[in-house]
Nanobody, 128 residues
C-alpha cells in the first residue's frame, strides 16, 4: 500500500487545517475499503502519538485524548482517501503527521508496524 499525506503547513493558534491521505497500490484482492486507517503524529524529541482512527466502513472513530473535540477523522472510500480536520489548533499540535493502515481489535485501533503501511508524513506548525 502506498500512502501520500498532504495538507500540512503553518497556521496560527486557533486556526484550522485539513490533512488528506491518499492510498494506492493495494495488494491483489484488497481495496481502500478493506483497511482501517489512522493518523499519528510525532513532535521533535517526542515519541509518536496516536491522533485518530476510523474503521474500514467509517462507522467507528477513535481519538487521542489531546485532540478530542477539536479534530475529526473521516474517509471517502470512493476516493481512497482519509481526512483529518483539525480545528482550534494549539502550538502543542505542532508535529509531523503520519497516516497509516491498521486494524481494530477489542475496540482499539492498532497500526500496522511495517513501513509500507505508513505515509511519508506532513508537517504541521502552529504558531502562538
Amino acid at each position: 500500500v502506498q500512502l501520500q499525506a498532504s495538507g500540512g503547513g503553518l497556521v496560527q493558534a486557533g486556526g484550522s487545517l485539513r490533512l488528506s491521505c491518499a492510498a494506492s497500490r493495494f495488494p491483489s484482492g484488497f481495496s481502500f475499503s478493506s483497511y482501517s486507517m489512522g493518523w499519528f503524529r510525532q513532535a521533535p524529541g517526542k515519541e509518536r502519538e496516536f491522533v485518530a482512527a476510523v474503521i474500514w466502513s467509517g462507522t467507528r472513530r477513535s481519538y487521542g485524548d489531546s485532540v478530542k473535540g477539536r479534530f475529526s477523522i473521516s474517509r471517502d472510500n470512493a476516493k481512497d482517501t482519509v481526512f483529518l480536520q483539525m480545528n482550534n489548533l494549539k502550538p502543542e499540535d505542532t508535529a509531523v503527521y503520519y497516516c497509516n493502515v491498521g486494524y481494530y481489535t477489542d475496540g482499539y485501533y492498532l497500526p500496522r508496524v511495517e513501513s509500507e503501511y505508513w505515509g511519508q508524513g506532513t508537517k504541521v506548525t502552529v504558531s502562538s
